[in-house]
């Protein structure tokens, strides 16, 4: 079972260049997440989609936009990618309203 | 608006020790609280999660200590062990909800 499958697993990028992050789950969950990890700032929600079709707005949304492509795809796009966007990324799924949320092992992006 | 607050930011224990990280809450409608466990290029697990129906929960050498009037719930490893190295988070949802708040995360080395 491959879980949580995030690509790609490093990327370094220049600033205003754009790039999709792609996230896929066999879970069969209807839940997915992406979160960006920062040094003493913890995991930050930056958008969900509690169902395919749906996606919400998280705590940090701002520069970023997603697409639930199908139940299990939920992929990351950055427009105009900024250095304040270096972190670590990742993505997460959960069966409907049932945790936990199981993660993949997230995608390092590093912006010049 | 952090609504999850963590303790320490990171943590040194010699090898047997018990390791104890905190965290506190501020949302009384939280009702679920996990533990989440990351090693270096991996994405988080959970480790263990507590309901606020019970004041302590062990699982092994992990036990969660819940205090819900000082809004409180801290995580002990006992019989600390060097593979238990590693970067703890706490979290707290609410019923029903598709979110969960993330501590600061704890960075825990156990010496040999």
């Known amino acids: 079972n491959a879980g949580v499958t995030q690509t790609p697993k490093f990327q370094v990028l220049k600033t205003g260049q754009s790039m999709t992050l792609q996230c896929a789950q066999d879970?069969?969950?209807?839940?997915m997440y992406w979160y960006r990890q920062d040094p003493g700032m913890g995991l930050r929600l930056i958008y969900y989609?509690?169902?395919?079709?749906?996606?919400d707005k998280g705590e940090v949304p701002n520069g970023y936009n997603v697409s639930r492509l199908n139940k299990r795809e939920f992929s990351l796009r950055l427009e105009s990618a900024a250095p304040s966007q270096t972190s670590v990324y990742f993505c997460?799924?959960?069966?409907?309203?049932?945790?936990?949320?199981?993660f993949g092992d997230g995608t390092r992006l590093s912006i010049l | 608006q952090q609504q999850v607050k963590q303790s320490p930011q990171s943590l040194i224990v010699q090898k047997g020790g018990i390791s104890i990280i905190n965290c506190a809450y501020e949302?009384?409608?939280?009702?679920?609280f996990p533990w989440y466990q990351q090693f270096p290029g991996k994405g988080p697990a959970l480790l263990i999660a507590?309901?606020?129906?019970?004041s302590e929960k062990k699982e092994g050498r992990f036990t969660i200590s819940f205090n819900k009037s000082a809004k409180q719930f801290s995580l002990h490893i006992m019989d600390s062990q060097p593979g238990d190295s590693a970067t703890y988070f706490c979290?707290?949802?609410?019923?029903?909800?598709?979110?969960?708040?993330f501590g600061q995360g704890t960075r825990l080395t156990i010496n040999p």
């Open positions: 989609s509690a169902s395919e079709g749906t996606t």
């Open positions: 507590i309901r606020p129906d019970v």
């Open positions: 979290a707290a949802s609410k019923h029903g909800a598709q979110k969960l708040v």
């Open positions: 949302n009384t409608a939280f009702d679920y």
């Open positions: 997460a799924s959960m069966s409907h309203l049932e945790q936990p949320q199981h």
């Open positions: 879970m069969n969950h209807n839940s």
